[in-house]
């Protein structure tokens, strides 16, 4: 069964550091998305991103977000200055269409900010 | 501002019971997911429904989609402790962009 790879399964880094956070969506996807969870709380959409570029994005993700897809393969995240408040699990999900197939979700990164 | 309210949001019963899990809007939706999510794990597709008045089985679930799409149910039929688990929906509004998920359903089945 085909999965999205998520990397680092943890990450822990200071307030104010940059962090990137790592997918591989699965090969034959052409949606690819990240979602957040704040413990105890509901999932939450960040962006969507399609035919390289954003498609939507959330009033969550301001400037300090940003999406890259470097090299046809990874689709990652970055965190430019990140708050305490940022803490949460970062889920990357991919979609062969846009209607009707669902999401495959990676297993998260959990993201501490101290 | 879309919202998906899910409920029961606790849920605890005996092996062998019957439960329903209710997913509703007030805004219709393009497709509606359900998905089970373990802890400290992402989502994982249960079902994809599409069609207004839809009905999809997978084993022991069955899940149905409202005529006008703006609702959704789950139910799980002789319940089983490996039913234990979160179940959220989400739904698709504008076709392919953000998913808006329920706070979800924490399932417990007790042997």
């Known amino acids: 069964e085909p999965e999205v790879t998520q990397t680092p399964s943890h990450q822990v880094t200071q307030m104010g550091q940059e962090v990137i956070l790592r997918c591989v969506p699965i090969?034959?996807?052409?949606?690819f998305y990240w979602y957040r969870q704040i413990l105890g709380q509901k999932v939450e959409f960040l962006v969507s991103?399609?035919?390289?570029?954003?498609?939507?994005k959330s009033e969550i993700f301001d400037d300090q977000f940003s999406v890259e897809r470097p090299d046809g393969s990874n689709f990652t995240l970055k965190i430019r200055s990140t708050k305490l408040e940022d803490s949460a699990m970062y889920f990357c999900?991919?979609?062969?269409?846009?209607?009707?197939?669902?999401?495959?979700f990676g297993s998260g990164t959990r993201l501490t900010v101290v | 501002t879309q919202l998906l309210e899910q409920s029961p949001q606790f849920l605890s019963i005996q092996e062998g019971e019957n439960l329903t899990v209710y997913c509703n809007s007030s805004?219709?939706?393009?497709?509606l997911q359900w998905y089970r999510q373990e802890p400290g794990e992402g989502p994982v597709l249960l079902v994809t429904?599409?069609?207004?008045?839809e009905v999809k089985k997978l084993k022991r679930l069955t899940f149905q989609f409202g005529d006008a799409r703006k609702d959704s149910s789950l139910h799980i039929t002789a319940a089983q402790p490996g039913d234990t688990g979160l179940y959220l929906c989400?739904?698709?509004?504008?076709?392919?962009?953000?998913?808006?998920f329920g706070q979800g359903t924490e399932l417990s089945v007790k042997p």
């Open positions: 999900a991919s979609s062969p269409a846009a209607v009707g197939y669902g999401y495959t």
């Open positions: 805004s219709v939706f393009s497709s």
């Open positions: 429904v599409v069609t207004g008045g």
């Open positions: 989400a739904g698709d509004y504008n076709q392919g962009g953000k998913l808006i």
């Open positions: 090969s034959n996807h052409l949606y």
């Open positions: 991103f399609y035919n390289n570029e954003i498609s939507e």
